[in-house]
C-alpha cells in the first residue's frame, strides 16, 4: 500500500463518528435540521468599561447589530472576568426598556411630564443657552469664557462623543466643563 | 492543571443514566457509552502508570518547547490489561454493529505493537491506518477502537502529571500533556475562563477567549459563534480564517459539574448542524480520501 499525508483527510467530529457505521444517526440529522432554522449568528468584540479608572475589559456579544451580551474578560489582566455592580450592569446601556427614548418635558411650575418632538427639544436648550451666554456676556467683555453653564459629560459616552461635547462646550466659552471618566 | 479525577468515569455514567430518560435519539450512542465507559473504568482503577522517568525539570523544558509531556515512548502499559481493554470495547463494536466487523479479533497479534499503536493515536494516524488495513478492519472503527481503548490509561498519566503543567504559560489549542486537539470547551463559572478539554487524556488546559484552538487566529472579525434561540448553555464557536469549529459549554447557565465528555454527546445535534453549515470540528482521527 503507497499512502503519503498528502492522501489523508482528516475526519472530524460527527462526521467521524458517521464514518464508523456504528450509530443511526437519521434521529439527530432530523433533529439538527429544525434547529438549523432557530440558530443565530453573534460577533464577539473586546472593550474596556467606561465607568471608572479600573479600566476593566470586557466583551461584547453582538447579533444582528444587537448588544446581546457584555461579561468580563477573562483575559484581560486588570480584572480577570471580574466586574463590579455597575459593570456587570453595563449591557443595560444597551438594552433597558426602561430607558427613556422620547423627549420628556415638564414646564416651569407644572406637574405633569409631556411628551415632545426632539426638533423642539434642540431648539428649547440651544435658545435658553443663548439666553444665558448671552446674559453673562452682556458686560462687553472680549473673552469667550462664560462662568454661568457648566458642562457635565457621562460615563456611557465613548472617545468621540466626549471629543465632539468637550469641542462644543469650549466653542461656548464654558469653564466649568467635567467628566467622571478619567480612563 | 484542572483535571476530571478518578471521578470522571462515574459523573460520567451517572449523566448517561439520566440523559437516557430524557434524550431517546440518543438512546443507542448512550448505551454505547455506557458499556464502553465501564470497560474504560475497569483498566484504569488497575493500571498503575510508572512516573520514574518524568521530573519537573523534564516536564517544564518540553512544554516550554512547546511539546506535549507524554510521548509514546514513554508509556508503558501492563500488556493484559491492553488485551482485555481491546477484546471488551472489539466486543462492544460487534455488537452494535453486528456482521459488518470481522468475529474474532486477536489482540495478541497487537501484542508488540503498543508503542506504534499510541504513536499512531497521538501523532501520525497514517501507522493505523495500515495496521487497521493489515488486519481486515475499517479503518475509521478500527482508530475507534484504539482510541477508547487506549484513552484511559493515557488519561491516567495524565491526571498523575497534571501537577507539572503550567496551564498559564501553554496557552497553546493543543492538549499540554498529550498533544490532541480539544473536543469541547468549558467556561468556567463566575469568571468566563475558557478552559480546553482533550478528547484522548480528558485534560483540560487554559486558552484564550478570543483566539481560534485551530489555527490560533485572533482577528476578531473573522471569529464568531452560533447558538440556538434560548438556548445559550451551549454554543458553537466558529473560525472564518480556518472554517473549523468548537463547542463551547457555559458553565455560568448550567451545573458546574457536568462531565465535559458526556455533554459532548449530549450536543452531538450541534454538530451536525456545525457540519451543514459547512464548519469542520475537532480531529478525531486521520482518515484516507477515497
Known sequence: ?183 | MEKMGEEFYNTALDQIAGLKAIKSELNEILKFYESTIKAQQHVKVLFKPDLSIFNKDLCSSRNSEGLPLLRAEDIEIDQDLVNKILEDIYRIIRNQRGEAVPAYFDSSSLADQQKVLIKGLVEDGIILERLACDLKIDYPVFYFLINHAFSPFISKYGEKLGEFVDTSNWLRGNCPVCGKEPLVVRLEEETGRRWLFCSLCHSEWLFKRLVCPFCENNDQESLRYFFVENEQAHRIDVCEKCKRYIKTIDCRKIDSGVNLFVENLSTLVLDIVADKEGYRGPDIFLFREK
Request: charged share 25%; proline share 3%.
Open chain 1, 1 to 183: 500500500m503507497d499512502l503519503t499525508r498528502r492522501d489523508f483527510l482528516k475526519l472530524s467530529g460527527v462526521t467521524a463518528l458517521i464514518a464508523t457505521g456504528l450509530f443511526n444517526l437519521k434521529p439527530l440529522t432530523a433533529r439538527a435540521q429544525d434547529l438549523q432554522l432557530r440558530i443565530r449568528y453573534a460577533k464577539q468584540t473586546t472593550t474596556i468599561c467606561p465607568y471608572c479608572a479600573v479600566g476593566c475589559g470586557q466583551i461584547v456579544s453582538v447579533s444582528n447589530g444587537k448588544v446581546i451580551n457584555i461579561e468580563g474578560d477573562p483575559d484581560h489582566p486588570i480584572n480577570q472576568g471580574s466586574l463590579c455592580s455597575k459593570g456587570s450592569a453595563l449591557y443595560q446601556v444597551a438594552n433597558n426598556e426602561r430607558r427613556l427614548d422620547k423627549v420628556k418635558y415638564r414646564a416651569p411650575g407644572g406637574s405633569d411630564w409631556e411628551e415632545k418632538s426632539w426638533n423642539w427639544a434642540i431648539e428649547r436648550i440651544s435658545s435658553r443657552i443663548k439666553e444665558t451666554r448671552d446674559a453673562e456676556l452682556s458686560d462687553g467683555r472680549k473673552t469667550n469664557r462664560i462662568d454661568n453653564i457648566a458642562a457635565i459629560g457621562g460615563a456611557a459616552l465613548d472617545n468621540e462623543e466626549c471629543y465632539l461635547y468637550s469641542k462644543f462646550a469650549r466653542a461656548l466659552g464654558v469653564v466649568y466643563l467635567e467628566h467622571q471618566a478619567r480612563i
